[in-house]
């Protein structure tokens, strides 16, 4: 796509590609650390992860100052102004993703070693799942390929349905044992971070999707978290 | 693209305005010829009234010559023939029992250079009613050089000097009183050929604000080399690359998702 008339504006449309996917490699590792830390209790990894949120902020708004900038300047049309549109909402979306793993790290200092590391085995799971699809996100926009984005979107729901069986899986332990109810929350609220970058994949799966047809993707996503419509069943009533 | 070379793109099929109003001027397989060069290839398309269609394209692409053929301005250039149909209101243009001046008193037309009668301003807007024979008595023709000034939202700026010579006037309010001029004869479309090429932001802009009041009233085609003139004041856009009507659509549609790749480089400027 590099090969518009005026030269300066092909530099300044690269220039913004080359920071979203700096951004990009940014929310990755920002979320592959708070994992980590959460997995292994590292408060130290921890507090480097909420320290480094920041950088991924200053670069939200360095990519949405060269958007403003190259609109005013280059007047952009078809693509070339997707493109433009595209950056800004991924942009906002990798930020998101950026708070939600500093979020995931901050609650490692809260759980502590109040509960066994087995509990954490669904959610490392899950860890590794949001992982490996914003990973995938991130190369089908390196690639500018739609079916690839369209396969993170498809498998969104894995990360939905694993969500829904550690939401009941931690309610297990909570009605269990009330000394638990404090780190499970602390892990429940992990564990839906996690569902929400997932969330946030799919949305930069769906804009790579416009960036390339030219059009809203207008499916609606299958989705499997059903947590907030579960029933909360009392303890002593499960048998009945 | 190669067994099917003049293959107009609609986008969509058809375009929305061409669906939603009437419709004024078709055109079908139309060929212009300037002696030996083929200046026009087989060009078929539908233009909607009380809507403003744009023909955009690079220098030589054939939009200035299809917009002169519309009101038969191509009969006076030697060795120009027109072949294939354009209708208006569904009556052939080219017929041979057609009246060329009645024809360009339907069909006005407003050039890139302003060109005002070497006359005063009222007399510039009287002429074509004069001649026409649309005036009753003289206060008639008052009323409508009137009208036609405001229209053409020029009235206030020139009502205490209609007497003056038109050519005193900016570049600006020297266009604005050709727009009246060409409305002046009650007109059903009126052409315009790079109206504001010549003209500063300030000017283009009063003039771009007209254009989409007449559209009230007039079916109008713009041809212009401003790709943003064009999705500004815009209804329906069409693009030519040499002599070839290349894609046709809503301008909303062109200008974000144009089906044809040279519409797409041409817009995004990344024709070499």
New interface residues.
């Given amino acids: 796509m590099s090969?518009?008339?005026?030269k300066a504006?092909d530099d300044d449309l690269s220039a913004l590609r080359n920071m979203l996917s700096e951004m990009g490699g940014m929310a990755e590792v920002q979320l592959n650390r708070s994992a980590e830390a959460l997995m292994r209790r590292d408060g130290k990894l921890a507090d480097e992860v909420i320290a480094d949120d920041e950088k991924i902020d200053a670069m939200e708004i360095a990519v949405e100052e060269k958007a403003i900038l190259t609109i005013a300047k280059?007047?952009?049309?078809?693509?070339?102004?997707?493109n433009i549109m595209v950056a800004l909402r991924i942009a906002s979306d990798l930020e998101r993703i950026g708070d939600l793993a500093k979020n995931v790290a901050k609650r490692t200092h809260a759980i502590g070693d109040a509960i066994p590391r087995r509990l954490a085995g669904g959610l490392d799971r899950m860890a590794q799942l949001s992982q490996m699809q914003l990973k995938l996100v991130l190369d089908a926009l390196a690639l500018n390929d739609s079916d690839k984005a369209m396969d993170v979107w498809r498998h969104d729901e894995d990360i939905d349905a694993l969500y829904n069986s550690i939401f009941r899986e931690l309610l297990t332990y909570m009605m269990e044992d009330p000394r638990m109810i404090g780190a499970c929350t602390h892990l429940l609220f992990a564990a839906k971070n996690l569902e929400r970058i997932g969330d946030h994949s799919t949305n930069i799966a769906e804009n790579i999707y416009y960036l390339v047809h030219?059009?809203a993707l207008r499916e609606e996503r299958p989705k499997k978290d059903k947590t907030s419509t579960t029933p909360f069943t009392p303890i002593g009533k499960e048998a009945e | 693209m190669n067994d099917m070379p003049y293959k107009t793109v609609l986008t969509p099929e058809p375009p929305k305005i061409v669906a939603l109003n009437p419709t004024k001027i078709v055109a079908q397989d139309v060929n212009v010829f300037y002696g030996e060069k083929h200046a026009i290839k087989h060009l078929s398309i539908t233009i909607p009234d009380k809507a403003v269609s744009a023909f955009i394209g690079p220098s030589g692409c054939g939009k200035s010559t299809f917009l002169r053929s519309i009101n038969r301005m191509n009969d006076t250039i030697a060795g120009c023939r027109v072949t294939g149909k354009i209708t208006v209101d569904g009556e052939d243009i080219y017929d041979k029992s057609l009246d060329v001046v009645d024809l360009r008193a339907r069909i006005g037309m407003v050039f890139q250079k302003p060109n005002p009668f070497p006359k005063s301003i009222f007399e510039n807007v009287a002429y074509g009613p004069r001649i026409h024979g649309l005036a009753k008595d003289k206060t008639d023709l008052e009323r409508i050089v009137t009208e036609s000034l405001q229209r053409a939202s020029l009235w206030d700026e020139v009502k205490d000097r209609l007497h003056a010579p038109g050519t005193g006037l900016s570049g600006g309010q020297q266009q604005r009183l050709c727009i009246a001029r060409a409305i002046s004869v009650n007109p059903e479309v009126v052409l315009m050929d790079e109206p504001c090429s010549a003209l500063d932001p300030i000017a283009t802009a009063r003039i771009e604000e007209l254009i989409i009041e007449l559209k009230e009233k007039f079916c109008i085609v713009i041809v212009t080399h401003s790709?943003?003139q064009a999705?500004r004041v815009s209804d329906l856009t069409a693009f030519f690359h040499l002599g070839i009507l290349v894609e046709v659509g809503d301008t909303d549609e062109i200008?974000?998702?144009?089906q044809d790749k040279r519409t797409?480089d041409y817009?995004?400027?990344?024709?070499?």
């Fill in positions: 090969d518009h008339i005026l504006y280059r007047q952009p049309l078809g693509r070339d102004l997707r030219g059009k | 790709m943003q999705a200008f974000t998702v144009p797409h817009i995004t400027g990344r024709f070499g």
